[in-house]
């Protein structure tokens, strides 16, 4: 922290080097928001972006190659630099910068923020993961149920974790006209989701249209009923359409699943739809029912089946909970609330 220092014997007053930041993320326009802001006190700022940047790397299309050099550059530049603090913004880059770390050898205090993992990883890959993870001083999570889950799976203390809502503001969507012409349902499956439920459920309304987009190139799921339309090989910016012009989302968790899509619900909230979802902890921390949501007992078509058709029949109820959602997204899960948050996390640390 660039702060004004007084120093017996001397004149006047001094000011400290300034902190070094070193940060590894996913998406480069999604980080140069936070910096602009908290660079009202004197940080350098060094960013890494895990996207294609040589011939190899867009001809090959290989992710893990781009993230493995994504990862080896930030931790030589935190060699470098002397750098104060690693910032990690995937679970990938999180593991494979404190890897580098050590092969570098490289010590560096490292946060990962939002970390948030689509499964947990089992056998060889989890004795790795539980080197890497303990080896963080600071992991961000969206969720509190998360914040316990991590802890007691990979052995980390719960200290080291704290909880912030995940962020976001309204997306990108193309195209800028509806894909589907019709009112319609919308379930964006690229999170496990428990469709067979919701297929069983659907099934029984058949006057309620729904809409599936997955970004996987096949469909693996049980067949489907005639008042289903399926899109795959969906980009984000289609699958946010197909969010933006529904009438609202549905998204249908497994009983004794640890993991959820919770930017898919924060997205939802910012464009104003209100939410059908299953009552679990994995959610607790973003919807409430009859609130923003409507909530069903885990795994049960019938009660499903009666969420989805009272919100569909009661147009002014799935209004009144899209803009009460989109009111708690705007406290809670905005940009600018995360930077408040991240403003106060570097101050406590000195940074």
């Not at 209004?319 to 959602?325: I, S």
């Amino acid at each position: 922290m660039k702060t004004r220092v007084f120093v017996p014997g001397d004149r006047g007053l001094i000011q400290p080097p300034s902190s070094c930041v070193v940060g590894c993320t996913p998406v480069g326009c999604r980080s140069k928001w936070l910096s602009a802001e908290l660079n009202q006190l004197d940080r350098r700022w060094y960013f890494y972006h895990d996207e294609p940047s040589t011939a190899w790397e867009r001809w090959l299309r290989s992710r893990r190659l781009t993230t493995l050099r994504t990862s080896w550059q930030a931790i030589a530049t935190v060699k470098r630099q002397h750098a104060d603090l690693l910032i990690t913004g995937r679970p990938s880059l999180t593991f494979w910068c404190a890897f580098f770390a050590l092969i570098q050898r490289v010590k560096v205090t490292h946060f990962a923020v939002s970390f948030h993992l689509r499964y947990l990883p089992r056998g060889v890959n989890f004795f790795w993961a539980q080197w890497a993870y303990n080896n963080v001083q600071k992991l961000i999570v969206p969720s509190r149920a998360e914040k316990q889950l991590y802890s007691e799976y990979f052995g980390i203390p719960p200290a080291r974790f704290e909880m912030q809502h995940a962020a976001g503001d309204i997306p990108a969507y193309a195209p800028d006209y509806p894909l589907e012409p019709q009112d319609y349902v919308c379930a964006i499956a690229r999170s496990p989701q428990d469709i067979p439920t919701l297929l069983t459920a659907i099934a029984q309304l058949p006057h309620i249209p729904l809409v599936i987009a997955t970004p996987q190139y096949h469909w693996f799921g049980p067949p489907l009923p005639p008042n289903v339309t399926l899109y795959t090989r969906c980009s984000t910016a289609k699958m946010m359409n197909i969010l933006k012009f529904s009438r609202f989302l549905v998204m249908p968790l497994y009983a004794h699943q640890d993991l959820c899509d919770s930017g898919l619900l924060v997205t939802a909230m910012h464009f104003g739809k209100a939410i059908v979802t299953t009552h679990a902890p994995t959610v607790s921390d973003y919807v409430f029912h009859h609130s923003n949501a409507v909530l069903y007992p885990a795994q049960t078509p019938k009660a499903l089946a009666q969420s989805l058709a009272d919100l569909w029949g009661n147009i002014l109820k799935a209004e009144v909970l899209g803009k009460n959602g989109q009111e708690y997204a705007n406290a809670f899960c905005s940009q600018a609330s995360t930077r408040k948050y991240y403003q106060r996390l570097l101050l406590r640390h000195g940074i």
